[in-house]
């Protein structure tokens, strides 16, 4: 009889233990460990140079470049195919056809240098497709060659996009015989660490997958930006900005200064704007943001490469301005969308202090007709409110305007127009009654007095009489 040593296991929950046979949980074991690991033998292909030495008949030693298909001829045995094989099989198998002519081969094959290896890169990076990677010199698991990594081959794609998660980077590789073992790497560990779980270099025929984060962090996001094999931070995108926004649309967003306003670097938090890609910066070329943005609930639409569907980030930048939280100021992807919500409410004081950011227009434009000083467009600083306008026109035009209500008229974005009476008090604060915040593009009409309403007709009659005696008092003048 066999006794077979045992392993003693319990259920969760359970009281009761059974005995394994240690066998089986070893079996267990050993596939698990198998399922985590790539075969990282390197098998012989067309393209390779190898040397093959034959020790007791040195003149057929020599080194051979292994044609597309694998079969090299070989003195005396003629063809041999190394297709598929590691460097000491191929060395067996033309020992077997040399066992004919000598009594103890003795036979070596060793690895000059390895064929291009040809690997596939897809899901989140700037261009999937198929790529070629060269075996460099150096150290390596055969002399003289070093293989490509991983990150070599997401380097060769351009880079990871901002939508992708490195925790969970899958390598597939083909197995002898058929089949294909994958692993999965935490990048994100290497980057922390400096180590692998396993030192990755890739083979002939590798798949390398980078999924879709499903919840993009901020902070995350922004250290990935500056990794080595991340998308260029530099390299322009497109993106699209609607919503509460001066010039919604399309821009093309760069690293450059170019086309940015020449305003202070600063924001209200005391945060310099970084030379990037970034939400900030798309937010400048376009106009910056209206007076009746909520910058507490902006939006990011992303779409992803890996499985088709819009990632959603949802961005703070009042955090930006208050905290600093330079994480708020995304860093962004081509063919983002970025959408600014009106707010429900408006905080006068939040306006104020919003209006002196980058983030708002440099001015805005304002029409103010009629009975000021100096009638026609005036240029103000965002959230600046009625009295403002007032007062950059020149102030009210004496006693010929009418100083207790002016009319608002506002183009609305859906095409449509509202006109409002405001009864104006100069002394008052910013305030939605007598004292709103204008809009770009708001025109302000102040009227005529009672007394000017009454005095303008006269005008209008006496004007030609006076004229006439005028024009009579010349002539009488000239003829004496």
Known sequence: ???????????????????????????????????????????LGGGDRVRINIFEVPEYTGEYQIPPGGKINLPLVGSITLEGLTTEEAADEIAKRYARFLKRPLISV???????????????????????LI???????????????????????????????????????KVRGG????????????????????????????????????????????NLAALNFAASPTAARTVAVVGEIVRPGSYLVTSSV???????????GGVAVANLPTLTRVIQQAGGITSQANIRKVTIRRPTKSNGKIQTI????????????????????????????????????????????????EKINVGVVGEVKK?????????????????????????RAKRVTVTMVRLNPNGSVTKRKIKVDLSAGINEQTNPILHNDDVVLVGRSNVAKVTDPLRLILGPVSGAINIARFLFDNDN
């Open 258 to 268: 170019d086309n940015i306003p020449n305003r202070t670097a600063q924001t209200g």
């Open 314 to 361: 949802d961005v703070n930048l009042w955090e930006l301005l208050q905290s600093g939280d330079i994480n708020q100021d995304v860093i962004l992807q081509n063919g983002d969308t970025i959408f600014i919500p009106t707010a429900t409410e408006i905080n006068s004081a939040e306006a104020t202090q919003l209006s002196i950011t980058t983030l708002s227009a």
């Open 375 to 399: 009638p026609g467009k005036v240029q103000i600083n965002p959230n600046s409110p009625l009295n403002a306008a007032i007062l950059a026109a020149g102030g009210f035009n004496d006693s």
């Open 135 to 173: 075996p460099q010199g150096g150290a390596g698991e055969n002399p003289g060659v070093q293989y490509p990594t991983i990150l070599a081959a997401l380097t060769s794609a351009e880079g990871v996009t901002m939508a992708s998660d490195i925790t969970r980077v899958v390598v597939r590789r």
């Open 1 to 43: 009889m066999v006794l077979l040593p045992i392993i003693f296991s319990s259920s969760p929950g359970s009281s009761q233990i059974k005995a394994l046979p240690l066998n089986v949980e070893l079996n267990k074991l050993t596939k698990s460990t198998q399922q985590k690991k790539l075969d990282r033998v390197y098998t």
């Open 110 to 132: 060793n690895l000059l240098s390895s064929r291009p290896i040809n690997v596939f890169v897809s899901g989140e990076v700037t261009r999937p497709g198929s790529y070629t």
């Open 179 to 222: 089949g294909r073992r994958e692993v999965t790497l935490n990048l994100e560990e290497w980057v922390s660490t400096g180590q692998l779980p396993q030192d990755i270099t890739l083979r002939d025929g590798d798949s390398i997958f980078v999924p879709t984060a499903d919840k993009l962090d901020l902070a995350s996001a922004r």
